[in-house]
């Protein structure tokens, strides 16, 4: 039986800020987000694997800052990586 000790995967947190109107700002940090337009519902990832939901979402707020750009950018970058990679085993 080997040792290896298996690398869990690292994700990139952010902060997720939300209000609805003539409410307090509401800060989450979250793996991502999805919005369900057809149910009109924003679906927050949380490192942990578990998610949160937000309902009515067309009647919310939100404000992503700098850590989200980042995580983007990054995750923009890797793809690249990734695709020259994918080119050059061809």
């Not at 690292?10 to 991502?32: A, C, D, H, I």
């Not at 987000?33 to 979402?57: A, Q, V």
């Not at 404000?63 to 970058?77: F, I, P, R, S, T």
């Amino acid at each position: 039986m080997s040792n290896k000790k298996v690398e869990e995967p690292s994700f990139m947190l952010y902060n997720f800020k939300w209000k609805e109107e003539g409410r307090e700002w509401q800060t989450l940090e979250v793996v991502g987000h999805r919005y369900y337009e057809d149910t009109d519902r924003m679906i927050l990832f949380k490192e942990n694997g578990g998610i949160f939901e937000i309902p009515c979402w067309n009647k919310m707020y939100s404000d992503l800052g700098q850590d989200w750009a980042d995580k983007v950018k990054a995750q923009h970058e890797d793809e690249l990586s990734k695709g020259e990679e994918d080119a050059e085993e061809s």
